[in-house]
């Protein structure tokens, strides 16, 4: 039959076993997803039932949430967001105003302090010294009188010197830390620390350097806290006198019988200027906050405050007898101390003293006063102490700077040999003291019952 009369023959499907393909790696191939039904496709009973149950599972966990629309959502997150802006701006403003007033009291404090208007009452509060408390701090290495003594400003260590060149770190509470034994006359080069009598120590506010001066011209800078040696000066001509830290900074201040001052910057371990003005050897020197220092000048009986900054000298004079040392209260009040047995109050806009105390701690069998032997105030209080040369007492005296201008007397603490040096804490708790049997500058008279220490007095306060 001709083959376009012949009609189709019909379509057979053939089962064709699919080739087994096998990559050359030898794994077989990766199933290649399945192409999604058309939405529009009808949905057996089997597969209706199937999705219905799986929306009952759902169902069980579903949550408010949830079934929030869109616009309930924005909604809440909104609410959300704000309530946690306003909790932020409520804790920051707490925090700023505690740091605020924090600040602006502290500022304020500053500002009273650089004007010498700070003030704290703490005369009145003290009821009498606790005898039965006192500690005696001696070492080995000091078998001769203490002459100088400082504390760090957080009242943890004391720090002394003595007539046996030797240096002696203590806790308050009487552990020895650190000794730097003395040396003979001659070893200047090759011995580290002292080799001649130490006349003043000093450590500066922050507690990161101590610096010692002796009766050679030899001045010390030494690591507070490792008391490892760090530099020596050699620029005054005789003893030093006195030592004082600018607070706040590393300028030290240090002056001598050769009647200089001279400034040093710790920092840079480095001499910055000299300041002259005094006519005989320079006995004392103090500083506090501001770029000054003040000094006593012994027998000149003169005061000096050199104002760094001007570049200019404040003179004083009104003792009768050589000055022995200076102390100040404030930036504007201070007080010295004579031979003549007299304690004198200035203030720097007067050049007269604004108090005369004579005969402070009594007079000798001789009809001659004590020696006042050395004084230390509290800063910015109403409190001062005073030591007789031999006497055998520390007073303790309340600063009257009102218009009845003067000192009153409060206790006398009893101590047997001569006071060299003293000290308050900086909150007034305890009195320190540097004795030895002699003077530190002399051996005119001696007391052998005394002990060569350190005395660290507590004082009770009133209930």
């Known amino acids: 039959m001709p083959f376009f009369i012949r009609g189709k023959r019909p379509h057979t499907r053939v089962d064709k076993k699919p080739k087994r393909i096998i990559k050359k790696n030898g794994q077989p191939p990766v199933k290649r997803p399945k192409v999604q039904k058309d939405l529009d496709e009808e ?64 500022l304020q404090e500053d500002v009273w302090e650089a004007s010498g208007k700070l ?125 004082a830290f600018r607070r706040g900074t590393h300028t030290l201040y240090s002056c001598s019988h050769d009647r200089m001052v001279i400034v040093w910057n710790i920092d840079a371990m480095a001499f910055v200027e000299h300041l002259g003005g005094h006519q005989d050897a320079i006995t004392g020197i103090d500083a506090l906050h501001r770029e000054s220092c003040i000094t006593s000048g012994g027998r000149d009986q003169s005061v000096i405050v050199y104002v760094i900054v001007e570049d200019k000298q404040l003179r004083f004079s009104g003792h009768q007898d050589s000055i022995d040392g200076v102390k100040l209260l404030n930036e504007r009040t201070f007080f010295t101390y004579s031979q003549d047995g007299t304690i004198c109050m200035w203030i720097t806009s007067k ?55 003067g000192l009153e007397p409060i206790l006398s603490i009893p101590m047997v040999g001569v006071v060299n040096s003293l000290a308050f804490t900086s909150n007034g708790s305890h009195l320190v003291a540097g004795v030895g049997r002699e003077h530190k500058l002399g051996r005119w008279y001696c007391i052998k019952d005394s002990k060569n220490s350190v005395v660290v007095i507590p004082l009770k306060k009133k209930s």
């Open 119 to 243: 003030y704290k009452p703490v005369a009145d509060t003290i009821a009498e010294a606790d005898l039965e408390n006192i500690l005696t701090l001696k070492s080995k290495q000091q078998k001769l009188p203490i002459t100088c003594m400082t504390l760090t400003s957080d009242d943890q260590f004391i720090f002394c010197g003595s007539k046996d060149c030797s240096l002696v770190k203590y806790t308050i509470d009487g552990k020895r830390v650190a000794t730097i034994p003395g040396g003979r006359k001659g070893t200047e080069k090759v011995h580290i620390g002292h080799t001649r009598h130490v006349y003043s120590i000093a450590v500066s506010s922050d507690g990161m350097y101590l610096a010692s001066g002796d009766q050679g011209g030899y001045i010390h800078i030494w690591n507070a806290k490792t008391m490892e040696l760090l530099k020596t000066f050699k620029k005054h001509r005789a003893a030093i006198s006195g030592l």
């Open 351 to 405: 050049k007269r003293p604004q108090c005369v105390h004579k005969a402070a701690h009594g007079y000798q069998t001789n009809g001659q006063p004590h020696w006042i032997t050395a004084i230390a105030t509290l800063v910015n209080s109403d409190l001062l102490a005073s030591a007789g040369s031999m006497d055998g007492f520390i007073r303790l005296w309340k600063i009257n700077t009102g218009k009845q201008r």
């Open 43 to 106: 949905i057996t009973s089997e597969e209706d039932e199937y999705v219905k149950g799986k929306q009952e599972n759902f169902e069980e966990y579903e949550t408010a949430e949830d079934l929030e629309t869109a616009q309930e959502k924005k909604v809440r997150l909104a609410r959300q967001y704000i309530k946690e802006l306003e909790e932020q701006k409520a804790n920051d403003l707490e925090a700023k105003r505690v740091d605020y007033d924090a600040i602006g009291h502290r």
